[in-house]
């Protein structure tokens, strides 16, 4: 039964194949083990042809290990808390979505036009909250707090807060103190 079953399955199939191994299956009904055992692997190497189905199997298993890879790896990297940086460190998902954040807000804030207050009001306020964000879930945390990243966005809250402690919290920024809170948002990006 398991030959006309395999002859069934093959490809290269033909009925006078079939007659064949069903012809077997009656004669040898008293010792069917036996002719599964012994003439069946043969029968069905020879009925199908199994030398090129293997070696077409093994590609297609090949390249389902790759697509697996992939498909299992998106997986694995959804729940996986780490994330690979451009500079090849492996550090938290999450630190790295909120430090892209603060470098982002910030960068659109500096660049805005400060001839619409209303705008550059909207857009220091959501810097203002990703800071907000970034230091109440990473602060002083150990994990992080020796990452390049890290410390330059230490150096540039710290010098936003000097400058505002120094001119007043409504007082524009000056083109100096952009341009270095520029340059450090990019030395920061650089490493996240």
């Not at 069934?8 to 077997?24: A, Y």
């Not at 659109?108 to 036009?113: D, G, I, P, T, Y």
């Not at 809170?181 to 650089?190: F, R, S, V």
Request: with cysteine; aromatic share 6%.
């Amino acid at each position: 039964m398991a030959i006309i079953l395999a002859a069934n399955m093959c490809s290269i199939t033909n009925s006078k194949t079939v007659e064949v191994i069903k012809r077997f299956d009656i004669e040898a009904s008293s010792s069917r083990r036996h002719l599964l055992i012994s003439v069946g692997p043969s029968l069905v190497t020879l009925t199908c042809g199994l030398s090129p189905s293997m070696v077409w199997a093994e590609e297609k298993s090949g390249e389902k290990e790759e697509e697996d890879k992939g498909v299992i790896g998106a997986i694995k990297s959804l729940f996986d808390p780490n994330e690979k940086t451009k500079s090849g460190k492996v550090l938290p998902k999450a630190y790295l979505k909120s430090a892209r954040e603060v470098v982002k807000t910030m960068r659109e804030s500096l660049n805005e036009v400060t001839d619409d207050n209303a705008k550059f009001r909207r857009t220091a306020d959501s810097a203002k909250e990703s800071i907000r964000e970034y230091l109440g879930s990473w602060r002083g945390n150990q994990t992080v707090a020796q990452e390049e990243s890290y410390v330059i966005l230490e150096k540039v809250i710290r010098s936003l807060a000097n400058f505002y402690s120094k001119a007043g919290p409504s007082a524009p920024l000056s083109q100096e103190v952009k341009s270095e809170i520029l340059d450090y948002l990019n030395t920061a990006e650089e490493f996240l």
